[in-house]
């Protein structure tokens, strides 16, 4: 695994934590808000929150996320968007309207980075 695809994964896997005890710390207020609880029922709902969102995080956010970003796919994308940068400053190292032949090699460049290998 290498040090790039590591932070991609841990940049998303915070961001995904993030989402969830957000999403589940509005849901919390909510109903402490909506029910009237008092000051105990409401220090329980936050903490069965704090804990869902713990067990969100594990079960699912950090599976989905090493799922999604498998090293494979992180290699393969990041190949395929250096490949499509490096058509376009190819594309505008010529001053002049880009040609066709420019323009196909270009796109080939950035086609080819996903065919299989």
Do not use: Y
């Not at 995904?16 to 709902?45: E, P």
């Not at 699912?60 to 490096?86: E, G, I, M, W, Y």
């Amino acid at each position: 695994m290498s040090r790039r695809n590591f932070f991609i994964r841990t940049v998303v896997a915070v961001a995904g934590d993030l989402a969830v005890g957000a999403a589940l710390a509005a849901a919390c207020s909510w109903i402490i808000q909506a029910a009237a609880l008092s000051a105990f029922l409401g220090f329980l709902a936050w903490m069965v929150a704090i804990l869902a969102t713990l067990a969100l995080s594990q079960c699912v956010v950090h599976p989905a996320v090493q799922f999604v970003l498998s090293d494979r796919k992180l290699d393969r994308s990041l190949h395929a968007l250096s490949s499509l940068v490096n058509g376009a400053s190819d594309l505008s190292a010529d001053l002049g309207p880009p040609s066709w032949g420019q323009l196909r090699a270009g796109f080939g460049r950035f086609a080819g980075a996903f065919a299989a290998k």
